[in-house]
């Protein structure tokens, strides 16, 4: 069963961080910066702060048994003439030394200087910077090397892939940070289990598969046991915002084949304990899972869940408007395919990855290609939806879905109305989708 209060209070109850702890936080990292701003080295540096990470994305979950929470943000730093990679995090700690605030609170880390509260959290200051080329780094000291980044693209990704997911993302990402937290049976950098969850999210049957908080719980970890079984090996993972930038340095293969291994048990137990039919038994099952915490709501939290328990609803279809459900496909996950849009040249426009630049004009070219592991041969289908005011009374939402007759996986469009539209691709193999992605493009 699907206990739909229960998983409300529990993460009213037990997961979600409180907003008590939230505001403290933001008084914290306030207080952080104002004594790096008035530092006499850092200070004149300072260019402004960025929330990332579960602080950013919205996945940030209480601490469990006395562990500590963390929290961590980007301090921009104007880029110095000379200097290494590795200066930048060996200054921002000597600031952090010279203050009487945090001298003894400071602990140098790889990639950033950790504030520590001791018994309750941290704060990861990590130092970024904008290079005169453009390109967005934070600092691997040990390797005294920039790596790229892409902070702002990867949360506007994250929410992409929420909004399909109809909010139920970030609850799931939740769930499984807590999840991981309790059973202490397996490792997985927060960064990675975000991206394995979000790239599960899938535009096929959206409305049904993430209609509630346990049937997407169910729906992400069937396919991520599905993707994660194809791979015994650790594979490639990619920053889905960051072209070129993987996250398998933060990893290992005992970890990565042990959280296979888990993540195939505990999607089982879920499939169990959402399909019983037996309240009883349902609730024992569900236990299993996240223990004793999940438990009968009170009667206020019951009467509250059931009031904002509203059912998701697609927006109006256009006048020409197909959805791949309707050519009588089945679904089997395990696979992946992800979208590349990149902003072609023209004198005077930005050019580039359309994730880095966010946003691109009118009167320009994109690009679209794909990246999928699903074995030739093959079809596959572009839909491209046009939103907003301009593209309604031009008559040109669209939204038909088209063969890449030519096999050629790529498409070039061009901008011609503002406002917030998307391309969806989706892998069609007998019959069968086997991946899909979906790609905001907001013109401005």
């Not at 739909?4 to 009213?12: E, G, Q, R, T, V």
């Not at 200070?43 to 006395?66: A, C, M």
């Not at 920039?146 to 506007?156: R, S």
């Not at 979000?198 to 069937?222: C, F, I, M, N």
Request: glycine share 4%; charged share 25%; hydrophobic share 35%.
């Amino acid at each position: 069963m699907k206990l739909l209060a229960y998983f409300s209070a529990f993460l009213k109850d037990a997961v979600n961080l409180n907003q008590t702890r939230l505001n403290q936080l933001d008084d914290r990292v306030a207080a952080i910066v104002s004594a790096l701003r008035a530092d006499q080295q850092i200070g004149e540096l300072y260019e402004d702060h960025v929330p990332q990470g579960s602080w950013s994305h919205r996945t940030i979950i209480k601490p469990f048994n006395g562990h500590e929470f963390d929290a961590d943000f980007l301090l921009h730093l104007q880029e110095v003439d000379g200097w290494s990679p590795q200066e930048y995090l060996r200054e921002v700690r000597a600031a952090f030394k010279r203050s009487s605030t945090y001298k003894t609170m400071v602990t140098k880390k790889n990639r950033c200087c950790r504030i520590v509260y001791a018994g309750d959290c941290h704060v990861d200051v990590v130092p970024y910077l904008v290079l005169a080329d453009g390109r967005e780094v934070i600092v691997n000291y040990a390797a005294n090397e920039f790596e790229e980044t892409n902070p702002q693209g990867f949360t506007d990704w994250m929410k992409e892939k929420d909004d399909l997911a109809n909010g139920n993302l970030r609850r799931v990402i939740r769930l499984m940070k807590y999840l991981r937290d309790y059973k202490q049976t397996f490792t997985v950098p927060s960064v990675i289990l975000t991206t394995l969850l979000g790239e599960r999210v899938q535009t096929w049957h959206e409305q049904a598969r993430y209609s509630d908080t346990p049937t997407a719980l169910k729906s992400l970890l069937d396919d991520l046991a599905a993707w994660l079984d194809l791979y015994p090996t650790m594979p490639t993972l990619p920053d889905p915002s960051c072209p070129g930038t993987t996250f398998n340095h933060r990893w290992d293969q005992d970890q990565y084949a042990n959280f296979r291994n888990k993540i195939k048990l505990y999607s089982s137990w879920v499939a169990e304990a959402y399909e019983h039919e037996d309240k009883i038994e349902s609730l024992a099952a569900w236990q299993r899972v996240f223990g004793t915490a999940f438990q009968r709501p009170t009667t206020a939290e019951a009467a509250l869940a059931k009031a904002a328990t509203i059912p998701p609803i697609r927006e109006s279809r256009a006048p020409h408007e197909q959805y791949i459900e309707d050519f009588g496909f089945a679904w089997r996950g395990g696979r992946s395919v992800r979208i590349n849009a990149q902003v072609l040249p023209k004198g005077g426009f930005r050019h580039g990855p359309l994730r880095r630049l966010r946003r691109v004009s009118t009167l320009q070219s994109l690009q679209f290609t794909i990246n999928t592991d699903v074995p030739e041969p093959y079809d596959l289908y572009w839909k491209v939806r046009n939103r907003g005011n301009e593209a309604a009374a031009a008559g040109q939402l669209r939204g038909e879905i088209v063969l890449d007759e030519k096999r050629t996986r790529t498409r070039r469009e061009s901008t011609s109305w503002q406002g917030r539209h998307y391309v969806e691709v989706y892998i069609v193999k007998d019959r069968v989708i086997l991946a899909t992605d979906h790609h905001d493009v907001t013109i401005a």
